[in-house]
């Protein structure tokens, strides 16, 4: 049973970028045909998709976060990451990870990314 | 973007309650489309993949339905586990995936 789970810093200041890590477990991230993707939600609000990366190395971008948004794969550590840069307190938010295989089945607990001075 | 709207945002149901969610896209997405379920503090949960099939070890009171630019989600007879909040999403493989507002089902 494949596990995600994500790490990094939860307060950002404004300006800066934020970085967060999804480690894998359960399954090797370059096998299969699956998406591997970042997804936030605001406190009180709904989700929303902000990129994935494929097995190849491939990328997709919510058009709205696409200039401030980079997604990258480290196989040899069977990690993901996101880094998202120039953030604004319009930027906090639980961020998950999550494997995308069409619907995405398969999700991380989540991580609180606080963007405050 | 394909857009994705919800239908209530919210519902109040008592247990035993048929309960139907209904989700809308602006322009067709074929059966693309999944049902989630979100606890306060919880990643959500997928319920429904492709409309109408339901994901391995959800109980068989939740149904979905629709295509291209409609969709329900159905619970049958609402336990006291389903009090949460339902989201839509379309993963049309052409655009980038796109989650309804959510609707948030409560105790009457």
């Known amino acids: 049973q494949v596990q995600l789970q994500e790490s990094g810093p939860g307060l950002v200041k404004p300006s800066q970028t934020l970085s967060l890590t999804c480690t894998v477990s359960g399954g090797s991230i370059s096998s299969g045909s699956y998406y591997w993707s970042w997804i936030r939600q605001p406190a009180g609000k709904g989700l929303e998709w902000i990129g994935r990366i494929y097995t190849s190395g491939s990328t997709n971008y919510n058009p709205s976060l696409k200039s401030r948004v980079t997604i990258s794969v480290d196989t040899s550590k069977n990690q993901f990451s996101l880094k998202l840069s120039s953030v604004t307190a319009a930027d906090t938010a639980v961020y998950y990870c999550a494997r995308e295989e069409g619907a995405t089945p398969y999700w991380g607990q989540g991580t609180l990314v606080t963007v405050s001075s | 973007d394909i857009q994705m709207t919800q239908s209530p945002s919210t519902l109040s149901a008592s247990v035993g309650d048929r309960v139907t969610i209904t989700c809308r896209a602006s322009q067709s997405i074929s059966s693309w489309l999944a049902w989630y379920q979100q606890k306060p503090g919880k990643a959500p949960k997928l319920l429904i993949y492709k409309a109408s099939s339901l994901e391995s070890g959800v109980p068989s009171r939740f149904s979905g339905s629709g295509s291209g630019t409609e969709f329900t989600l159905t619970i049958s007879s609402l336990q006291p586990d389903d009090f949460a909040t339902y989201y839509c999403?379309?993963?049309?493989?052409?655009?980038?995936?796109?989650f309804g507002p959510g609707t948030k089902v409560d105790i009457k």
């Open positions: 999403q379309q993963y049309n493989s052409y655009s980038p995936v796109t």
